[in-house]
């Protein structure tokens, strides 16, 4: 029996650690390593040797790993590293199977916070057993942060009428993933949102009067959006209810942050806010609440996060800004601002993240251009601009119609972008994807992934944050004719090869990961709705598509498929929702 030495002052501290590589070895190689803190085992029968030396010179988090002839070693300055370390040896391992190869690594991250974001509040709530699966993944990739977004999807003892449909975690389950995350060195950040997206609190009647407003409202997208949405800031009682869900939220969590939300207060100023922002200013109202949010959140010990899209919009305030506040920069189109709004926070001396997204909301199967120049665009003007954190994004507007391992290429990229930025620029994030994701060793899975995130190009015509095909599902039958102009039916034609050659690609794929199966039917499922998409604007255009009973008997058939995935990963509550958002077109398909 090999041994893996745990040479630290407190064992305890890196125990699951070496428990972590023993497991990985009796799985792969069915050998078992067993775990010891004494010094004066021989050195012979040592296999991994598990060092902290906070004497390294390197920063936190990194590490110095070794493979000789001898045997392996990690040295690390922090229980962080040493994990990280191990995490790359699996990596190296899995790749190589019994035949390690001989080398040294000296390593650490570009930087110090490196987030995911999953949204949980638009329909799709995941099962904890998901999202234990995907925080594991994500330790592995080096991730230290994870966040749940949350508006109504967390189980508060004193509003149960806001969440009794919705499947939300509970604190138990919060509990649990905390203690999960902490085992693999990431800090599960509480999240609330305390201003606007509070529709679903604001829709109930014991909660509409904090509305701002219940008539209809403009929106700097060109669109006008009907109330409620967002809390009035100048209401007490909406700071009154924001603080009773800190109450019962964060003792939750081990973290000494939050991330308060307060991003896109759309209706600000167009109802019971009015006159306030007539006197003072939208910015000025908008300022004063958050104030009001930081200081209760630093009351309770805690720094605050919030996103940073409104303020940015009043660069005069941004100074006033509480210096120990971080503010969220976020932006999801591959040409983003973050070099302008970057130098702004880094002007004012303001802490800040760099927030890019997986881009596969509204979309099905990803927009693999765009993500990729996305999160790259983050991390170059992040690191440009001394950003404290990259937080990679994953929202689930309208829906939230993609499946859970369609975010797994922005996951993937961005997580070896923000640790190492100069190493990876040229990753091959196919090839990454299919070894480090989906653990198939012909490459077919994660290059499928790859090519499916390509498909939204083919139509020509991309819409702002989405993708046409998106839309041609989204949208009534009837205003599909407006796209005539937009996408050539030759572009229609392009776009079923392309989903034909992904098909192969996924017949092809040998991924060993137990859930194997249900991977490559989601992924099949969201090459069908793509499909289905061109079908509609087929039809639409009077192009030689599919008949409508043709339609009809398809989407009955894909809407059987999106129901039994969705349970697979997910709770029952939104599902109707969703779901629902396809099953309307059906009454378009009867003869």
Known sequence: HALILLAAPDPQAVRFTGLRFQKAMQ?????????????????????????????????????????????????????????????????????????????????WPDFAVRGVMLDISRDRVPTLETVLALVDQLAGWKINQFQLYMEHTFAYRAHPEVWEAASPFTGEEILALDAFCRDRHI????????????????????????????????????????????????????????????????????SRQVNVGLDEAVDLGQGRSQEAVAARGAGRV???????????????????????????????????????????????????????????????????????GTASWNSIAGRTANTLGNLRNAVENGLKHGARGYLITDWGDNGHWQSRPVSDLGFAAGAAYCWAWEANRALDVARALSLHAFDDPTGNLGQAAYDL?????????????????????????????????????????????ALDAAGALLAAERSRRPDAGLVRGEFELAARL?????????????????????LGRDLRGALEDYRSLWLARCRPGGLADSAGRLAKLLAEYAD
């Open 187 to 254: 800090e599960l950040v509480p999240n609330q949102n305390s201003l606007g997206h509070m529709h679903r609190w604001l829709k109930h009647p014991r909660y509409r009067p904090l509305a701002e407003t219940l008539a209809e409202f403009d929106t700097p997208w060109g669109i006008k959006m009907q109330g409620p949405f967002g809390l009035c800031p100048v209401d007490p009682g909406s700071l009154a209810l924001v603080r009773g869900l800190y109450d019962e939220l964060l003792p939750h969590f081990t």
């Open 530 to 550: 793509l499909r289905h998409a061109v079908g509609r604007l087929r039809l639409a255009f009077e192009a030689g598509g599919p008949a409508r009973a043709e």
């Open 27 to 107: 799985a792969q190689h069915q050998r078992h390593w067993e775990l010891t803190a004494s010094p004066a085992a021989p050195p012979g029968q040592i296999g991994l040797a598990l060092r902290l030396r906070p004497d390294l010179g390197l920063p936190a988090e990194g590490y110095r790993l070794a493979i000789t002839a001898g045997g392996l070693s990690v040295e690390a300055v922090d229980p962080a590293g040493l994990f990280h370390g191990v995490s790359t040896l699996l990596q190296i391992g899995a790749q190589s199977g019994a035949d390690w190869p001989c080398l040294h690594i000296e390593d």
């Open 453 to 497: 995130g390509t498909v939204y190009q083919l139509a020509g015509f991309v819409p702002h944050n989405s993708s046409a095909l998106f839309w041609a599902l989204q949208l009534p039958l009837e205003q599909l004719p407006a796209y005539r102009d937009r996408i050539a039916p030759e572009a229609l034609t392009n776009t079923v090869h």
């Open 286 to 356: 908008y300022l004063d609440y958050l104030q009001q949010v930081y200081a209760d959140v630093t009351a309770r010990g805690r720094v605050m996060q919030f996103w940073g899209d409104i303020i940015i919009g009043h660069p005069d305030l941004i100074p006033e800004l509480p210096r120990d506040a971080i503010a969220l920069e976020w932006g999801y189109e591959a040409d983003h601002p973050f070099d302008a709004h970057g130098a702004q926070f880094r002007a004012a001396g303001l802490p800040f993240y760099v927030c890019p």
